[in-house]
């Protein structure tokens, strides 16, 4: 158990729906980050927040949103649907106080199924 | 073009018997370089962590080595076990940006009893 938990697991939405993932991140981290996982696919990049701010963007489309709330725990929102946002969100958290050891703790993920 | 490449895409081999996955980036300087676990349908789990100034690490049945000057990270497996299979992901991190982590495709591996 990474101490990262993320909810829903899973999601079965329609395409043109929007819905909302939740992150809660390690206790005392900071920084959360959210990738996204499309099937046999590497882990991309989305969104970096660090204490309530945008610290990095990656890959993420402009129907996609994320923000990290004053108990530091996220929320992905992902709006507009389409069939190729199925995939398996993650989300991470780490201690930037760590150093240069700076690992990141990843959570269980949330599975959505686009139909 | 990604800066991080692993090789091969995927492998099967035999319970018991070793395996050796490759890693070769372009980021640089590096801060660090980590390979992460990942099972089927669950997160990464850090596996090792090497700086650019060390050459192995290990954990238990895994030894991760560096080759800075070449760029070049391998993951041995030793006396693989079925709990083995799994995606294996080379991460690289930036020295100078601290949120750039640069992520290879992975390499999934599949033990067969």
């Known amino acids: 158990d990474s101490g990262v938990t993320q909810t829903p697991k899973h999601l079965i939405t329609a395409t043109g729906q929007r819905v909302t993932l939740r992150c809660s991140p390690r206790s005392g981290d900071l920084s959360v980050y959210w990738y996204q996982q499309s099937l046999d696919q590497g882990l991309q990049f989305l969104i970096q927040?660090?204490?309530?701010?945008?610290?990095a963007k990656g890959n993420i489309l402009e129907r996609f949103s994320a923000q990290q709330f004053p108990d530091l725990h996220s929320e992905l929102n992902l709006s507009s649907l389409e069939l190729g946002d199925s995939a398996l969100y993650f989300c991470?958290?780490?201690?930037?106080?760590?150093?240069?050891?700076?690992?990141?703790?990843f959570g269980p993920g949330t599975r959505l199924t686009v139909l | 073009k990604n800066q991080v490449e692993q090789s091969p895409q995927s492998l099967i081999i035999l319970e018991g018997k070793n395996c050796t996955l490759q890693c070769n980036y372009t980021v640089s300087p590096f801060s660090n370089l980590r390979w992460y676990k990942q099972d089927t349908g669950r997160g990464p789990v850090s596996l090792t962590i090497?700086?650019?100034?060390?050459n192995t690490k290990s954990n238990g049945r895994y030894t991760a080595t560096l080759d800075a000057d070449t760029k070049q990270s391998s993951l041995h497996i030793t006396a693989s076990q079925l709990s083995d299979s799994a995606s294996y992901i080379c991460v690289v991190r930036d020295r100078f940006n601290d949120y750039k982590l640069s992520f290879g495709a992975g390499t999934t591996v599949t033990v067969r009893a």
């Open positions: 090497m700086t650019f100034s060390e």
């Open positions: 927040y660090y204490n309530g701010e945008e610290r």
């Open positions: 991470a958290s780490s201690d930037p106080l760590a150093g240069d050891h700076n690992e990141q703790f």
